[in-house]
């Protein structure tokens, strides 16, 4: 009987019954129609995933594939031969090593056979058992109770699966330099394995942890709190059909020699079958564990209750698989794993019929590269509180839990390296800067005679003449006057006029201090960045490769201030002022604010101290809301009004003593980030480590503010870092504050052609001449601003800067939402915030509307229903049955 309602969507009905619907409604043609429905599989698994779990996640899984193997073709031992922990490593026979991580390329029918042994072999699912022994005496014990197994063959089948395990762990005698100075895992001497390889007995297998799992390096690649997943495949010649079984315990335990390293086992796959089929075998138990590596069904088989539960897995995985024609594609070829892995939260929300939380139009944001950026969210910190300080209150609030963090959390040596990077970016910026400014205010001129190292001798015989004339010219006068100051203020070419000759180093034109100066630029930033993405390199061990890449900057600038001293060139120096005091003399530290300017200065500067404070606002805002950006993963919250707060403050401190403002610098700022940025210190073979978050702490800050207040008292070190080394730092981290930034992948977008441009998300859903027209208003804004910039208008650039916020919001009436909120991220709106609000109450309610914006594939906006009333669903039967059949 139908539901008491008028409107139906084709969801509610089964596939067999919407042709029927659709000729009682007058339609022809059903077939042509495309149905958004999902699969029964798919059904059945959303009900499975759906079910509230108040437990911790499953963990993840170290599948180990071992085969039944003979022993110079007498005594026969489980062989590891592969194993997964996201992707595939096999053993090389010929090498004895292991492959390369790989993506495992599987044959369909190796699926379709899989599938045969779920529906067909034994199924036990929250086994208790503590050995394995015990778990093999029970399967067989099932499959004699159900007729699959003959009760004489069960010893032959418990000696099979009891053979001791061989694992691939035993080490070349040859070891590479990276090899050197680690602990070799030492194998069993030859008289265990012989012992092992021919006893009799059916517990053969060890129940506790060999030396060589223990002493396994690969365990540092497996997860903390991992579980195995073992895989058992083989041919025997005592069975006439496969012995098959899947097993799944109730609590995970350590099986002893079983698995290659010393991990609990929680789920185990079996089977035994007849000869003459070991490569079937061997691509059933690759399928298995492919399967058991993938994120979706190895949530299923943690929370299967039965058979149909797992069938329902390999049907939802076979429906996402990809294939790839045989005369197009050599199977042998190994893919190499991605550099960012798929995530399979897409597949889950599409399954459970949930909605991904989209905003400002519609377009994900998963922060994967080339996807335009994680965008902004608008959090607690910059919403409006209606009471007076009520932003700074709620920042001090936030903050104040983690002040004691904030320093424990400094603890490690990426905190050094972020401390000295910084510092010389900052010290080099502040006496650079310094010096500018103390040229604009008149400064007293830290000047050396010997600098210019120059010394004009005059000529005895001038001299002698000059003297004796009675007659003197208005030049001798000048000579004169020379002769009354000091012989080095004269010019070179008042020397070269007076016959004088010039003596001294700096005489001597020296042509290859500018080619020396490049090299040192070009050559530091070039270090830089090889040493930066050493992280990724295939040398020397993973500690040595991240301990590199963080101390990057400093080993380029040390070995390149090695270079300048080698080679003995005279570059240019880091000038360091040697006392700490007042530019000028002439007053102290306190400047009084009431001098000896007329009253109208103090009017008239009204106006430029507003175009400051909107510079110093905006530089200081955007740069937070840059470093803030929910991509960088930070958990302690943003403290926008407090910042802002203490930049106010020093800001005044500053200008009473005559110091130079400061506020957050965009570039620097993101350098730091970039400095202190964690990533997992354990990943899958193949996969790239995985970003955590920001090592959040105050102490790199203090300390670099700290050091470049001791710089005074460092100068006679400082002063032998050649000024082109620190340039060359400076266009590496400008160069490394881009990356990633959408802005310049659009304007390299303008050079190619369209078969060669990269997959980037926005290029998908946005037409590549809209993508261009956004680019070219950016690069005329930015034009306008560099001009302003570099003319005497410069004063009105802070107010350029606001009029951006005008040109962006101008933007609206040119572009449709849905290509801005791929093209620019914005704020969210209120009403974009009710719709969110609204979409996850729909997800609560177990909505079935799945994320079409996120497919290939245009949206549906209506599905496509019927109104049918219930009289005539009464009145009239369903095509092809028979009254009988209905009632």
Same mark, same amino acid.
């Not at 008289?191 to 092992?196: F, S």
């Not at 075998?281 to 943690?302: C, N, Q, W």
């Given at each position: 009987?139908?539901?008491?309602?008028?409107?139906?969507?084709?969801?509610?009905?089964?596939?067999?019954?919407?042709?029927?619907?659709?000729?009682?409604?007058?339609?022809?043609?059903?077939?042509?129609?495309?149905?958004?429905?999902?699969?029964?599989?798919?059904?059945?698994?959303?009900?499975?995933?759906?079910?509230?779990?108040?437990?911790?996640?499953?963990?993840?899984?170290?599948?180990?594939?071992?085969?039944?193997?003979?022993?110079?073709?007498?005594?026969?031992?489980?062989?590891?031969?592969?194993?997964?922990?996201?992707?595939?490593?096999?053993?090389?026979?010929?090498?004895?090593?292991? @492959?390369?991580?790989?993506?495992?390329?599987?044959?369909?029918?190796?699926?379709?056979?899989?599938?045969?042994?779920?529906?067909?072999?034994?199924?036990?699912?929250?086994?208790?058992?503590?050995? #394995?022994?015990?778990?093999?005496?029970?399967?067989?014990?099932?499959?004699?109770?159900?007729?699959?197994?003959?009760?004489?063959?069960?010893?032959?089948?418990?000696?099979?699966?009891?053979?001791?395990?061989?694992?691939?762990?035993?080490?070349?005698?040859?070891? @590479?330099?990276?090899?050197?100075?680690?602990?070799?895992?030492?194998?069993?001497?030859?008289?265990?394995?012989?012992?092992?390889?021919?006893?009799?007995?059916?517990?053969?297998?060890?129940?506790?942890?060999?030396?060589?799992?223990?002493?396994?390096?690969?365990?540092?690649?497996?997860?903390?709190?991992?579980?195995?997943?073992?895989?058992?495949?083989?041919?025997?010649?005592?069975?006439?059909?496969?012995?098959?079984?899947?097993?799944?315990?109730?609590?995970?335990?350590?099986?002893?020699?079983?698995?290659?390293?010393?991990?609990?086992?929680?789920?185990?796959?079996?089977?035994?079958?007849?000869?003459?089929?070991?490569? @079937?075998?061997?691509?059933?138990?690759?399928?298995?564990?492919?399967?058991?590596?993938?994120?979706?069904?190895?949530?299923?088989?943690?929370?299967?209750?039965?058979? $149909?539960?797992?069938?329902?897995?390999?049907?939802?995985?076979?429906?996402?698989?990809?294939?790839?024609?045989?005369?197009?594609?050599?199977?042998?070829?190994?893919?190499?794993?991605?550099?960012?892995?798929?995530?399979?939260?897409?597949?889950?929300?599409?399954?459970?019929?949930?909605? $991904?939380?989209?905003?400002?139009?519609?377009?994900?944001?998963?922060? @994967?590269?080339?996807?335009?950026?994680?965008?902004?969210?608008?959090?607690?910190?910059?919403?409006?509180?209606?009471?007076?300080?009520?932003?700074?209150?709620?920042?001090?609030?936030?903050?104040?839990?983690?002040?004691?963090?904030?320093?424990?959390?400094?603890?490690?040596?990426?905190?050094?390296?972020?401390?000295?990077?910084?510092?010389? $970016?900052?010290?080099?910026?502040?006496?650079?800067?310094?010096?500018?400014?103390?040229?604009?205010?008149?400064?007293?001129?830290?000047?050396?005679?010997?600098?210019?190292?120059?010394?004009?001798?005059?000529?005895?015989?001038?001299?002698?003449?000059?003297?004796?004339?009675?007659?003197?010219?208005?030049?001798?006068?000048?000579?004169?006057?020379?002769?009354?100051?000091?012989?080095?203020?004269?010019?070179?070419?008042?020397?070269?006029?007076?016959?004088?000759?010039?003596?001294?180093?700096?005489?001597?034109?020296?042509?290859?201090?500018? #080619?020396?100066? *490049?090299?040192?630029?070009?050559?530091?930033?070039?270090?830089?960045?090889?040493?930066?993405?050493?992280?990724?390199?295939?040398?020397?061990?993973?500690?040595?490769?991240?301990?590199?890449?963080?101390?990057?900057?400093?080993?380029?600038?040390?070995?390149?201030?090695?270079?300048?001293?080698?080679?003995?060139?005279?570059?240019?120096?880091?000038?360091?002022?040697?006392?700490?005091?007042?530019?000028?003399?002439?007053?102290?530290?306190?400047?009084?604010?009431?001098? $000896?300017?007329?009253?109208?200065?103090?009017?008239?500067?009204?106006?430029?101290?507003?175009?400051?404070?909107?510079?110093?606002?905006?530089?200081?805002?955007?740069?937070?809301?840059?470093?803030?950006?929910?991509?960088?993963?930070?958990?302690?919250?943003?403290?926008?009004?407090?910042?802002?707060?203490?930049?106010?403050?020093?800001?005044?401190?500053?200008?009473?003593?005559?110091?130079?403002?400061?506020?957050?610098?965009?570039?620097?700022?993101?350098?730091?980030?970039?400095?202190?940025?964690?990533?997992?210190?354990?990943?899958?073979?193949?996969?790239?480590?995985?970003?955590?978050?920001?090592?959040?702490?105050?102490?790199?800050?203090?300390?670099?503010?700290?050091?470049?207040?001791?710089?005074? *008292?460092?100068?006679?070190?400082?002063?032998?870092?050649?000024?082109?080394?620190?340039?060359?730092?400076?266009?590496?981290? %400008?160069?490394?504050?881009?990356?990633?930034?959408?802005?310049?992948?659009?304007?390299?977008?303008?050079?190619?052609?369209?078969?060669?441009?990269?997959?980037?998300?926005?290029?998908?859903?946005?037409?590549?001449?809209?993508?261009?027209?956004?680019?070219?208003?950016?690069?005329?804004?930015?034009?306008?601003?560099?001009?302003?910039?570099?003319?005497?208008?410069?004063?009105?650039?802070?107010?350029?800067?606001?009029?951006?916020?005008?040109?962006?919001?101008?933007?609206?009436?040119?572009?449709?939402?849905?290509?801005?909120?791929? #093209?620019?991220?914005?704020?969210?709106?209120?009403?974009?915030?009710?719709?969110?609000?609204?979409?996850?109450?729909?997800?609560?309610?177990?909505?079935?509307?799945?994320?079409?914006?996120?497919?290939?594939?245009?949206?549906?906006?209506?599905?496509?229903?019927?109104?049918?009333?219930?009289?005539?669903?009464?009145?009239?039967?369903?095509? %092809?049955?028979?009254?009988?059949?209905?009632?």
């Amino acid at each position: 009987r139908l539901p008491h309602a008028h409107t139906f969507t084709f969801e509610n009905f089964p596939v067999k019954f919407r042709s029927s619907i659709f000729r009682l409604a007058g339609l022809s043609h059903p077939w042509f129609v495309v149905f958004p429905s999902v699969t029964p599989a798919a059904e059945r698994i959303r009900f499975i995933l759906g079910e509230d779990d108040s437990g911790p996640p499953p963990p993840q899984l170290f599948t180990e594939l071992d085969e039944l193997l003979s022993v110079d073709g007498h005594e026969m031992e489980w062989k590891e031969t592969a194993r997964w922990i996201k992707f595939e490593e096999k053993v090389e026979k010929g090498g004895e090593r292991w @492959s390369k991580p790989h993506v495992a390329t599987l044959s369909l029918h190796s699926l379709f056979q899989l599938k045969n042994c779920i529906e067909k072999g034994t199924i036990k699912l929250d086994m208790e058992a503590n050995s #394995l022994q015990q778990i093999v005496e029970i399967i067989t014990d099932s499959q004699i109770e159900s007729g699959q197994l003959k009760a004489d063959l069960k010893e032959m089948v418990m000696y099979t699966l009891l053979r001791k395990h061989r694992h691939q762990t035993k080490k070349s005698n040859l070891r @590479s330099l990276a090899d050197i100075g680690k602990s070799v895992s030492s194998a069993s001497s030859p008289t265990t394995a012989h012992r092992n390889l021919t006893s009799n007995s059916l517990n053969d297998l060890s129940d506790k942890p060999e030396k060589d799992q223990l002493n396994n390096k690969f365990m540092k690649k497996v997860p903390r709190d991992a579980e195995a997943s073992n895989v058992l495949v083989g041919e025997v010649d005592f069975l006439d059909s496969p012995f098959v079984a899947f097993v799944r315990l109730q609590q995970s335990v350590m099986l002893g020699g079983l698995t290659e390293v010393p991990v609990p086992t929680r789920f185990l796959f079996i089977l035994l079958g007849p000869k003459g089929k070991a490569k @079937s075998y061997h691509e059933i138990g690759r399928a298995i564990a492919t399967l058991m590596s993938d994120e979706v069904f190895h949530d299923i088989a943690y929370k299967a209750k039965g058979r $149909g539960d797992l069938l329902a897995g390999i049907d939802e995985f076979l429906d996402e698989v990809i294939v790839l024609p045989p005369g197009e594609w050599d199977p042998d070829i190994r893919i190499e794993p991605p550099k960012s892995i798929p995530s399979a939260d897409k597949r889950k929300n599409f399954i459970a019929g949930g909605e $991904g939380l989209q905003m400002n139009g519609g377009a994900p944001h998963d922060g @994967s590269p080339g996807g335009g950026g994680g965008g902004h969210a608008v959090g607690d910190e910059l919403k409006f509180t209606g009471r007076f300080c009520g932003g700074l209150v709620l920042d001090v609030k936030r903050k104040l839990p983690f002040y004691a963090s904030d320093f424990y959390d400094a603890l490690n040596i990426q905190s050094l390296s972020a401390i000295l990077f910084i510092y010389l $970016g900052t010290v080099t910026n502040a006496i650079t800067f310094g010096g500018l400014l103390g040229d604009a205010t008149d400064n007293i001129k830290q000047h050396n005679t010997h600098k210019e190292n120059v010394l004009c001798l005059i000529s005895g015989y001038l001299m002698l003449h000059l003297t004796l004339q009675h007659t003197v010219e208005f030049s001798d006068v000048l000579f004169f006057q020379h002769l009354n100051a000091t012989w080095a203020s004269l010019t070179r070419s008042e020397c070269l006029e007076w016959g004088g000759q010039l003596v001294g180093s700096a005489c001597e034109y020296v042509p290859d201090i500018t #080619l020396m100066s *490049f090299i040192l630029f070009f050559g530091t930033y070039t270090c830089s960045m090889g040493l930066k993405k050493f992280k990724t390199s295939r040398f020397f061990p993973t500690t040595v490769r991240k301990l590199i890449s963080d101390f990057a900057i400093i080993l380029a600038i040390l070995i390149f201030c090695g270079v300048d001293a080698l080679v003995g060139v005279d570059t240019p120096k880091l000038i360091v002022p040697s006392e700490f005091k007042p530019t000028s003399p002439n007053r102290g530290w306190f400047v009084p604010p009431f001098g $000896g300017n007329p009253w109208w200065v103090y009017l008239a500067s009204l106006l430029p101290a507003l175009l400051v404070t909107i510079l110093l606002f905006m530089d200081q805002q955007i740069t937070a809301v840059i470093v803030n950006r929910k991509e960088h993963k930070l958990k302690k919250g943003a403290g926008y009004h407090l910042d802002l707060f203490w930049v106010s403050v020093l800001m005044i401190v500053c200008s009473f003593m005559g110091l130079p403002w400061y506020v957050a610098a965009t570039v620097i700022s993101i350098a730091h980030i970039d400095s202190l940025k964690m990533e997992t210190e354990t990943s899958a073979p193949g996969e790239q480590p995985k970003f955590l978050g920001v090592r959040e702490q105050r102490v790199t800050g203090t300390m670099v503010f700290i050091l470049t207040g001791l710089s005074v *008292f460092m100068a006679p070190i400082l002063k032998f870092i050649p000024m082109p080394v620190l340039y060359g730092v400076f266009l590496y981290m %400008g160069v490394a504050s881009l990356n990633g930034v959408q802005f310049m992948d659009r304007l390299q977008l303008l050079l190619m052609p369209a078969k060669h441009q990269p997959d980037l998300i926005y290029l998908r859903h946005v037409p590549l001449r809209r993508v261009h027209f956004f680019t070219f208003i950016q690069v005329l804004c930015l034009a306008l601003l560099w001009v302003l910039k570099s003319t005497v208008a410069a004063i009105i650039f802070p107010v350029m800067i606001l009029a951006l916020v005008a040109v962006r919001k101008a933007m609206d009436y040119v572009f449709s939402q849905h290509d801005l909120s791929y #093209l620019d991220d914005v704020m969210p709106e209120k009403d974009k915030k009710k719709k969110e609000d609204e979409k996850k109450k729909k997800k609560k309610k177990g909505s079935i509307d799945s994320d079409m914006n996120d497919s290939d594939f245009p949206a549906i906006e209506k599905v496509p229903s019927i109104k049918i009333s219930m009289e005539t669903m009464q009145q009239e039967p369903v095509l %092809g049955e028979k009254p009988s059949d209905r009632e």
